[in-house]
T-cell receptor, first 108, second 113 residues
C-alpha cells in the first residue's frame, strides 16, 4: 500500500462545477504539498500545508492532521484547470513521498 | 527569471550509452533533487543535494550518478543506459530541504532502446 493515496484517479467535470480531490496518507508528516502538472508536463507547486487551510484564487487546500487527510478544492472550475494534481507528503525528518496524481478534465 | 533550467527536453539512447541531464537554477537554492516519473507511479527521488559538495541517494539511485560542484548546477549522469531507465526526469529545487515551495524544471523525456 502506498504511503500516499489520492482519489479519485480520474475526474471529469463540467465548467463551473465545484471540484474536490482527496489525499490520504499513512504516516506522521511535517508538511503536505499540492502540485499541478500541466498537459505539457510542467509541474507547478500550488500549496504547502502543515495545518488548517490555505486559499489562492479559486483553489483551496485543507488538511486534517488527526485524520491524515487533505483535500484540494477548485471553485468555479474552468477548462484551463485541466491537469494532473499531485499530493506529496513529507514524513517527519524524511523526504517527500508523492501520490500517483489525479487527472482532472474540465469540459466547456 | 529563468528558475530551473533542465536540458535536454527529449533524448533517445541505445542500451549501454551514457549521457548527462543538465539542471541549473538561478535562485541560490540549497536543495536540488532529481526525480523520475513513470506511468502509474508517483514521482520517485533518484538523488538529492542540500548544498555544494553534498549529495545523497534517494529511493531509486541505481544506475545514476550526481555531483554538486556549484550551488547552481546539479547534473544527473546515466552511466550505462538500460531500457528500465526509460522515463520522464524532473529536476527540482527549493530554498531548503523542507522548503515551502518546490520549483521544477520542464522535464526530460528519455527513451532507452
Amino acid at each position: 500500500k502506498n504511503e500516499v493515496e489520492q482519489s479519485p484517479q480520474n475526474l471529469t467535470a463540467q465548467e463551473g462545477e465545484f471540484i474536490t480531490i482527496n489525499c490520504s496518507y499513512s504516516v506522521g508528516i511535517s508538511a503536505l504539498h499540492w502540485l499541478q502538472q500541466h498537459p505539457g508536463g510542467g509541474i507547478v507547486s500550488l500549496f504547502m500545508l502543515s495545518s488548517g487551510k490555505k486559499k489562492h484564487g479559486r483553489l483551496i487546500a485543507t488538511i486534517n492532521i488527526q485524520e491524515k487527510h487533505s483535500s484540494l478544492h477548485i471553485t468555479a472550475s474552468h477548462p484551463r484547470d485541466s491537469a494532473v494534481y499531485i499530493c506529496a507528503v513529507r514524513p517527519s525528518g524524511s523526504r517527500l513521498t508523492f501520490g500517483e496524481g489525479t487527472q482532472l478534465t474540465v469540459n466547456p | 527569471n529563468a528558475g530551473v533550467t533542465q536540458t535536454p527536453k527529449f533524448q533517445v539512447l541505445k542500451t549501454g550509452q551514457s549521457m548527462t541531464l543538465q539542471c541549473a537554477q538561478d535562485m541560490n537554492h540549497e536543495y536540488m533533487s532529481w526525480y523520475r516519473q513513470d506511468p502509474g507511479m508517483g514521482l520517485r527521488l533518484i538523488h538529492y543535494s542540500v548544498g555544494a559538495g553534498i549529495t545523497d541517494q534517494g529511493e531509486v539511485p541505481n544506475g545514476y550518478n550526481v555531483s554538486r560542484s556549484t550551488t547552481e548546477d546539479f547534473p544527473l549522469r546515466l552511466l550505462s543506459a538500460a531500457p528500465s531507465q526509460t522515463s520522464v526526469y524532473f529536476c527540482a529545487s527549493s530554498p531548503t530541504l523542507a522548503g515551502e515551495k518546490l520549483f521544477f524544471g520542464s522535464g526530460t523525456q528519455l527513451s532507452v532502446l
